[in-house]
């Protein structure tokens, strides 16, 4: 399905079979000399489809066209392999950049869902079905490293990057300060909130969010173009309501931990998800694994603000409250 958004500037909707994303927005913004291609679809068959379908009711030819990819997921920048010519130029961002040359972590995500208590039962299906395992574009992509502040002309878009960490650690938007339309990725979704996960000690994702989500608020922004589902218009009202969205489940961990100390696949397992499952026990595999991590962002927010400590049991690591905070 191709949509004009605005002179030269379509949305492409490339689908994500058995996903709860359903699609991916892939924009593209034609152009005489270089077109635009921003984020792509996973690789795999019925996206390079719908994206050829696409491009080719457009006109646009892959030979004279270069790519931005707003952060390394497999939904946004899988079908790369499939795309680029040897003239396409990759703008990506460095932190993600970085992460995609090590590769998909594979021993790392084991040791570190363990560590949280995810069950071995499960562990291994739940890495197999990762869209980040299994829909990964190539190791051999080269990219044009972006920064904060740097400009992408296409035709008369004007682009400044913004960075915007938190749902990965590179996050990039796009900002067109002449049209005050806002290239948004998966940092502002409209039907749905952006998965904000950790799996690994190192950051602390939801802070970066909120920090990030704070930036944006400050711009004009009249239009916000996002990876998934539908456009908006109120961007600042929809920042206000993804505050609040993970403020909720911030203080619903906050009342599960009351029950007494936990691992974060336990907490996961007793915070409420907005899927079509009975229990937890019947949720698939792919997404007890991006709930635990959605958990273990919050856990570690609540962590470094003080209001619950972690403790080692034997090989698991639990999560308690704060004495302070557990009236
Ligand atoms: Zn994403």
Redesign the pocket.
């Known amino acids: 399905m191709i949509e004009e958004i605005l002179a030269n500037l379509y949305r492409i909707e490339i689908p994500l079979p058995k996903s709860p994303l359903k699609a991916l927005n892939s924009y593209v913004i034609r152009n005489t000399e270089r077109n635009l291609i921003i984020d792509t679809g996973w690789n795999q068959e019925e996206c390079l489809r719908a994206m050829q379908a696409g491009l080719s009711g457009l006109g646009v030819d892959l030979g004279r066209t270069d790519f931005f990819i707003t ?1 390394l ?1 497999a ?2 920048f899988g079908l790369l392999s499939n795309l680029v010519t040897d003239t396409s130029k990759i703008y990506f961002n460095q932190p993600d950049a970085g992460r995609f040359r090590v590769g998909f972590r594979w021993d790392d995500f084991a040791h570190f869902a363990r560590l949280n208590g995810y069950p071995e039962s499960e562990l291994q299906a739940s890495l197999q079905s990762h869209p980040g395992f299994k829909f990964r574009p190539e190791e051999n992509l080269v990219f044009h490293i972006m920064k904060e502040g740097e400009s992408l002309t296409v035709g008369d878009y004007r682009f400044r990057c913004i960075e915007t960490p938190g ?2 650690p590179g996050h990039m938007c796009l900002y067109e300060p002449s049209r005050k339309v806002f290239v948004a990725g ?1 940092h502002i979704l409209n039907d749905i909130t952006p998965n904000i996960q950790l799996w690994s000690d190192d950051r602390n994702p939801l802070e970066e969010y909120f920090d990030s989500l704070d930036k944006v608020s400050k711009l004009e922004i009249e239009l916000v173009l996002p ?1 998934h589902r539908s456009l908006l218009r109120n961007c600042r009202e929809r920042i206000q309501e993804l505050k609040q969205h993970h403020q909720k489940r911030l203080d619903e961990i906050i009342s599960i931990l009351k029950k007494g100390e936990m691992d974060a696949f336990r907490v996961a397992s007793e915070m409420s998800w907005d899927i079509l499952c009975d229990s937890w026990d019947l949720f698939p595999v792919s997404q007890k694994w991006f709930a635990t991590g959605e958990a273990i962002a919050h856990l570690k927010y609540l962590k470094e603000k003080g209001i619950i400590k972690t403790e080692m049991r034997g090989r698991r690591r639990v999560f308690s409250l704060n004495r302070n905070d557990s009236s």
């Open positions: 952060h997921h939904d946004h749902h990965t998966d990876g």
